[in-house]
Nanobody
Framework: QVQLVESGGGLVQAGGSLRLSCAAS????????INWYRQAPGKQREFVAQ???????YYATSVKGRFTISRDNAKNTVYLQMNSLRPEDTAVYYC?????????WGQGTQVTVSS
């Protein structure tokens, strides 16, 4: 069983920055892909960024160049550094660990960007 706990959300003005954290239990965390997703009110959940166990990263076009995903395996934590935030980045952000038997999800952390 893996538990994912997100933190770091909050209210920020457009152009500002936030760093989200996803802390996980379980050794599998260190060797597996971790994703960040987000869901805005009235919209479907959408992919934001991914990091592999080897540190290879991938980003949605909408956040490329503004967001950076990283991981600290010693702390079982994945981070999402979000810079140059826009009002359209407002959403609940979720940490995700995909697996064949059913993905693990965190509870989410709210990010609100004011204009």
């Amino acid at each position: 069983q893996v538990q994912l706990v997100e933190s770091g959300g909050g209210l920020v003005q457009a152009g500002g920055s936030l760093r989200l954290s996803c802390a996980a239990s379980g050794s599998i965390f260190r060797v597996t892909v971790i994703n960040w997703y987000r869901q805005a009110p009235g919209k479907q959940r959408e992919f934001v960024a991914q990091i592999s166990g080897a540190g290879i990263t991938y980003y949605a076009t909408s956040v490329k160049g503004r967001f950076t995903i990283s991981r600290d395996n010693a702390k079982n934590t994945v981070y999402l550094q979000m810079n140059s935030l826009r009002p359209e980045d407002t959403a609940v952000y979720y940490c995700n660990l995909p697996r064949v038997g059913g993905d693990y999800w965190g509870q989410g952390t709210q990010v609100t960007v004011s204009s």
